[in-house]
């Protein structure tokens, strides 16, 4: 069984929502972007004082940048792919998003 097998709806979908998230991790990896970042946005004056803005969308840009390319490795290797890499993915992702927590609690504060 391929991972092609078990994804039920069309193919553009996974398209559109990787090209999405590679312009927003440009974006973020560029230095800008910062209201993409969630919490950040909506934070008080004095609370986006305590971070380095240029870090923190750096740390955020590059985590979601590795989401974005193992979302296209789905849709482009999804046919030979086997089915149990989707859980494969998940671990990945679930790591990358608390090392993004952890690095912008960390290092990007001033």
């Known amino acids: ?3 092609k097998d078990i994804i039920n ?9 990787g090209i999405l998230l590679a312009i927003i991790s440009i974006i973020l990896i560029s230095g800008h972007g910062a209201n993409f970042v969630a919490g950040y946005n909506t934070a008080s004056r004095e609370e986006k004082n305590k971070y380095d803005t ?26 030979v792919l086997p089915a ?6 998940l671990v990945i992702t679930v790591i ?4 993004i927590i ?9």
């Open 102 to 110: 952890v690095l912008s609690n960390t290092i990007c504060k001033k």
């Open 9 to 17: 709806g069309p193919d553009w979908i996974i398209w559109i929502a």
């Open 54 to 79: 240029k870090k923190l969308c750096r740390v955020v840009g590059i985590g979601m940048a590795l989401i974005t390319l193992m979302i296209f490795i789905m849709a482009i290797w999804g046919t």
């Open 96 to 99: 990358d998003c608390i090392a």
């Open 1 to 3: 069984m391929t991972l």
């Open 84 to 89: 149990f890499s989707s859980i494969v993915f």
